[in-house]
Structures are given as structure tokens and as C-alpha cells.
Nanobody, 114 residues
């Protein structure tokens, strides 16, 4: 049974930083593409960043230079380091992995205040 659990969200002032974690069970993250997505108030869910099995990464234009996705294969976890946070980054952040079908975590709330 695949399970993803996100953590690390919270309330931060603009310009601050947070690190989100995605812990997985039932699936090996290192051999799959893992994505971080977010859904802000009144907005559609969007891809923030992903990391492929070969370690290559991809970022949304809105977060390039500010966010970094990384993976700890030994711990079977994926992280999202978020710096220079803006109020527009306020959203619920989810991690996703595909194994036959897509699996999502429950999400973690990130709120960036002015």
C-alpha cells in the first residue's frame, strides 16, 4: 500500500523559508518521478517542481531560483526547500508519485503573510 505523508508547512512572513518533507511507504521514490504540487485559494492545482529517477529536476517559472527539490534515497524522502517566500506561495502543498496510478499525500498548508 502506497502512502505519502507531507510535513513542514506553516505560517511564515514574506521573505522567509520553509522546508517541506514527503515521506513514502510502499513505493521506492528513487526510481520514480516525484512531484511537488500546490493549490492556492481559488486556484487549480499546479506543478511546483519534480525530480526524476536520474536526479534531473524541473521547476515552475514562478519558483525558479527560490525553491529546490531534493531526494534522500536512504530515507525514501523528497524535500522542497523554499526560500524568499512570497504571499503568492500560500497554498496547500502536495507530493505525488506514480506507480500504476498517481498517489497523493494529504497535503501541508503553507501560509505566507505580508
Amino acid at each position: 500500500q502506497v502512502q505519502l505523508v507531507e510535513s513542514g508547512g506553516g505560517l511564515v512572513q514574506a521573505g522567509g523559508s520553509l522546508r517541506l518533507s514527503c515521506a513514502a511507504s510502499g513505493v521506492t521514490l528513487s526510481i520514480r518521478t516525484v512531484g511537488w504540487y500546490r493549490q492556492g485559494p481559488g486556484k487549480e492545482r499546479e506543478l511546483v517542481a519534480d525530480i526524476k529517477a536520474d536526479g534531473s529536476t524541473n521547476y515552475a517559472d514562478s519558483v525558479k531560483g527560490r525553491f529546490t527539490i531534493s531526494r534522500d534515497n536512504a530515507r525514501n524522502m523528497v524535500y522542497l526547500e523554499m526560500n524568499s517566500l512570497k504571499p503568492d506561495d500560500t497554498a496547500v502543498y502536495y507530493c505525488k508519485v506514480r506507480r500504476v496510478r498517481d498517489y497523493w499525500g494529504q497535503g501541508t498548508q503553507v501560509t505566507v503573510s505580508f
